[in-house]
């Protein structure tokens, strides 16, 4: 019987679970404006293979999707359309702010239509450098986000909340 | 010119120099029907330009084309402006605190007047300022900021930090925006020329000169609430704008509201209004469509554009010449390589340089690898589209190898510049020439694979037969070019018609096709990846050995003057205006995008076809944002 269960069960705790869970298959949104978007499809394609996180299904709604990755400037015409879009997302949600643009606005910075990060509208989780970010930046900033998935507590605080 | 003897004839009050016609603006409907009659069918851009400090007026500039007798005419005409070019003059201003503070140990020995290498009288202006003097920021304009001034100067005075505040109070801040004049108007084309429906709403927007007669005279990339025109010299680059979404969305409801009731009155059938981006899969980025729709049927469609309208034109005007070109790769950032071309040949064409030619050849090879790669792309995305993923693997996976080769020549892969005015930064190594021969000992066979793909597909053949149909004389009044334009059975690629570069050494063919829709286009782009490889395995041959740039002064300053260069991009014409005043930066740079006005053709083109339809023709016009809204 002992050893029957030894090949069975893991023991682990709920968040660990979950966690598990939720970075072994981030859905993307297919939510990109700028040049790093075509990075960004590099990134899914043959050579990078997004699949092998679990996350080649970019999304067209952000209704079904858990991560943003803002590729490229963000307008003040866009702004509002990021923020709205955001917000459509189911939580838990993440966002990268993928390029020099999204962090800061880039060389772009100081025009007058440009926003100066895309941080000024909705929280970032990680922020990749690069104008455009190689797709081995893009899957390096990814890895960090799943590190940054798997240390949250979110059920923990949650029932602290209760008690 | 045989037609300036007939435009002397005809008109009364016109001035015609080499190609240029200058004209009052009353008259210019009247010029433009009849150049638009003997034949000069394509117009090929409307750019305005502000020269209201100088002369108290705005300037509008036609670039009118004659396909039949492959000539280039440039028409201007000029709006006077009431109350301008006396605003801010002799109005005296204080001199900062900070600037105070620093120029007050200021003898004036001239020391550093006497060691500035671009001649500009420094001790007049710092001495001025302790003096309390008002002094013209433009003296230091053409300062490079070499700090040999600052080294030699006794007193340790800050000269470079007194001049950037003095730049920075010039350009930035509200003392600039004073437009207190009445808008400017000119006569519109539009009922001669479609293409200047877009043209004209860009030069409403950004430069605020009003078109009397033009149907639809709305913003084009800003939000209706912006107040001002960037492109006008008194708005400062830095002056951001926040936008108000619900009142956007008030003026939107508004308008189509009430071309809804008249559309529904007219046809008695239930129309609605239909939402397509700019966050939408098949929109290629962050472009806006409106329909309205009956049932399946679209009705008439309002693109909405500037999501990406990052101001690169008036960037352009903020910086040097050379500062400028890594911002050309962002403008169509699938094809940088062309871009770069289009910049740096306007600004050699000014500076009226010799290009040695090495670095012709290296230029050619790598825009006919950026032409495969953009058709790569747009074969990536087209078809996935319409439900097939499969292409995309393949392309992306070939792209692939072109990238290695850009950062093998200059170590970027996307946003490239690869061009210098006078030549190329890199040369032709041995690993970049190796990869380069292997791509082109595969890449036929790959064609041929995508071929087998999609060319008898029951399934594509289906989705683009017939569909997005363009005719000859649409695409010609619409002012569509590339692909699109020879998917009509218009045989014009500006590599044949007016050879830039070394591209009258290669041999070389230009697919026309008459379907005149989205399947023409597909099989004109998979020839012209055969006839790209042509070419580079030609220049390959042929590239002579020698210097890759010519001697070229660190900093720029073309003669006064203005040049228009036109290159074959993927996507069709791309040309790039540039005037100067013969300082370090462009006076005023405009860039005549393609897909811009390929865009234009959409509501001709997906008149009264099913929504389905208008996903596949807006692909086959393979859009790129960031040259759309630049």
């Known amino acids: 019987m002992n050893k029957k269960l030894d090949d069975s069960i893991i023991l682990t705790t709920i968040d660990k679970f979950l966690n598990w869970g939720r970075l072994s298959s981030l859905w993307p949104l297919t939510f990109s404006t700028a040049c790093c978007a075509i990075e960004m499809m590099v990134a899914g394609s043959a050579h990078h293979d997004l699949s092998r996180f679990g996350m080649e299904v970019f999304r067209a709604t952000p209704r079904q999707a858990d991560l943003m990755i803002v590729a490229g400037t963000i307008t003040y015409k866009m702004a509002p359309r990021v923020k709205r879009l955001y917000d459509q997302m189911a939580e838990p949600k993440y966002v990268i702010a993928m390029g020099a643009c999204a962090i800061s606005g880039g060389p772009f910075n100081m025009s007058y239509g440009v926003v100066e990060g895309v941080d000024k509208v909705i929280p970032v989780d990680v922020y990749v450098p690069g104008c455009p970010p190689k797709p081995e930046a893009l899957l390096h900033g990814i890895m960090k986000l799943r590190k940054k998935i798997e240390n949250e507590r979110k059920l923990t605080e949650k029932i602290k909340e209760w008690k | 010119m045989e037609i300036a003897k007939k435009i002397k004839e005809n008109f009364k009050a016109v001035k015609i120099s080499d190609g240029e016609i200058r004209i009052k603006k009353n008259a210019l409907p009247d010029l433009c029907r009849f150049l638009h009659e003997s034949g000069y069918t394509h117009l090929s851009l409307i750019t305005g330009v502000d020269y209201t400090d100088e002369r108290g007026e705005f300037e509008v500039v036609y670039h009118l084309y004659s396909y039949s007798k492959k000539d280039l005419i440039t028409v201007k005409t000029a709006a006077k402006v009431k109350g301008a070019g006396s605003k801010t003059r002799g109005k005296k201003t204080e001199i900062p605190e900070e600037i105070k503070k620093k120029v007050k140990d200021c003898i004036g020995c001239k020391i550093c007047t006497k060691k500035c290498p671009q001649e500009i009288d420094v001790k007049e202006v710092i001495f001025g300022l302790k003096e309390g003097k008002d002094v013209d920021p433009g003296v230091i304009e053409n300062c490079s900021e070499c700090g040999s001034c600052e080294e030699k100067c006794p007193k340790k005075i800050e000269i470079l930090g007194v001049f950037e505040m003095l730049k920075l109070g010039s350009s930035g801040g509200d003392s600039g925006g004073s437009d207190d004049y009445e808008m400017p108007s000119i006569p ?149 390589m062309i871009n770069n071309a289009a910049y740096v040949y306007a600004v050699e064409d000014l500076m009226e340089l010799e290009i040695p030619l090495r670095a012709e050849y290296l230029r050619v090879i790598v825009m006919e690898l950026q032409r495969i790669a953009s058709h790569l792309i747009w074969f ?251």
């Open chain 2, 188 to 336: 519109s084309i539009t009922h001669i020329y479609n293409s200047a429906d877009w043209h004209e709403r860009e030069v409403y927007d950004l430069m605020g000169i009003e078109f009397e007669g033009h149907p639809n005279l709305r913003r084009m990339f800003l939000s209706e609430t912006f107040e001002g025109y960037p492109l006008r010299k008194s708005y400062p680059l830095t002056k951001k704008q926040e936008v108000n979404i619900n009142a956007e969305f008030e003026e939107d409801e508004h308008l189509l509201d009430n071309r809804l009731n008249t559309l529904q009155k007219q046809s008695g059938t239930g129309l609605f209004h239909l939402n397509m981006g700019p966050q939408h899969p098949s929109t290629h980025g962050v472009l806006r469509l409106r329909l309205l729709v009956d049932g399946e049927i679209i009705r008439e469609i309002y693109p909405v554009l500037g999501y990406l309208h990052r101001g690169i034109e008036k960037i352009a005007e903020n910086l040097n010449y050379t500062q400028f070109i890594p911002y050309t790769d962002r403008l169509d950032y699938v094809a940088s």
């Open chain 2, 380 to 630: 990536a995305s087209w078809p996935m589209d319409l439900g097939a993923t499969t292409p995309y693997f393949y392309t992306l996976r070939d792209r692939e190898r072109i990238l290695w080769i850009f950062e093998d020549l200059c170590g970027a892969r996307l946003t490239l510049n690869y061009f210098r005015v006078g030549g190329v930064t890199g040369d032709m190594n041995d690993a970049a020439e190796k990869k380069l021969k292997d791509f082109l000992g595969i890449m036929p066979e790959m064609i041929e694979e995508y071929e087998q793909l999609l060319t008898e597909n029951e399934i594509i053949i289906g989705r683009s037969k017939g569909v997005g149909y363009l005719s000859k004389k649409d695409a010609i009044n619409y002012g569509v070019t590339g692909p699109i334009l020879r998917s009509a059975g218009v045989k014009y690629d500006i590599r044949k018609a007016h050879t830039y570069s070394v591209y009258d050494k290669f041999k070389f063919k230009i697919p026309v096709e008459k379907g005149c829709d989205v399947y023409a286009r597909y099989k004109i782009r998979m020839e012209e990846m055969r006839q790209s490889l042509s070419i580079i395995s030609q220049a390959l041959d042929g590239i002579p050995e020698g210097e890759i740039k010519a001697r070229v002064p660190r900093l720029i300053t073309p003669l006064k003057g203005e040049s228009y260069s036109r290159v074959e991009s993927p996507k069709g014409e791309l040309g790039v205006y540039m005037i100067s005043d013969g300082s370090q930066r462009p006076y005023r740079l405009h860039i005549r995008s393609p897909c811009f006005c390929n865009l234009s053709s959409i509501s001709r083109m997906c008149e009264n076809s099913v929504v389905a339809d208008l996903i596949s023709a807006t692909a086959s016009i393979d859009i790129v944002l960031g040259e759309i809204d630049r």
